[in-house]
């Protein structure tokens, strides 16, 4: 599977606002729901927003309800990540990645999770919260 680019990140002060961008060249996202998980230093990896492919159906992990917002345009096959109101808590590296792993489809579903045998993260964009 072809690892997902991530862009977007930086450093910005609490209250302030991030727009993540994540393209995936030779791979048609449009195909698959498609998650958002961020990993802090010693901290497991967490889901934090999820969209479906169909509808754009959104869902959202607690912690980032009312300040994120996932998006996704199909022409530019591309996925979004808005980050608005953000706090120190959210300094972390954040990933996309599309809910298949090569052979089957999974749903948007909350706790938002991986599927277990994906193993196609790409580099990641790093967001740091700190005034």
């Known amino acids: 599977q072809v690892q997902p680019l991530e862009s977007g990140g930086g450093l910005v002060q609490p209250g302030g606002s991030l727009r993540l961008s994540c393209t995936a060249p030779?791979?048609?996202?449009?195909?698959?729901?498609m998650a958002w998980f961020r990993q802090a230093p010693g901290k497991m990896r967490e889901g934090v927003a999820c969209i479906t492919s169909s509808d754009e159906h959104t869902f959202y992990a607690d912690s980032v309800q009312g300040r994120f917002t996932v998006s996704r345009d199909y022409a530019k096959n591309a996925v979004y990540l808005q980050l608005n109101n953000l706090k120190p808590e959210d300094t972390a590296t954040y990933f996309c990645?599309?809910?298949?792993?090569?052979?089957?489809?999974?749903?948007?579903?909350?706790?938002?999770?991986?599927?277990?045998?994906?193993?196609?993260w790409g580099q990641g964009t790093q967001v740091t919260v700190s005034s």
């Open positions: 030779g791979v048609v996202l449009d195909y698959h729901n």
């Open positions: 990645a599309p809910l298949y792993d090569g052979r089957y489809d999974y749903p948007c579903l909350l706790p938002i999770r991986p599927p277990t045998k994906y193993n196609s």
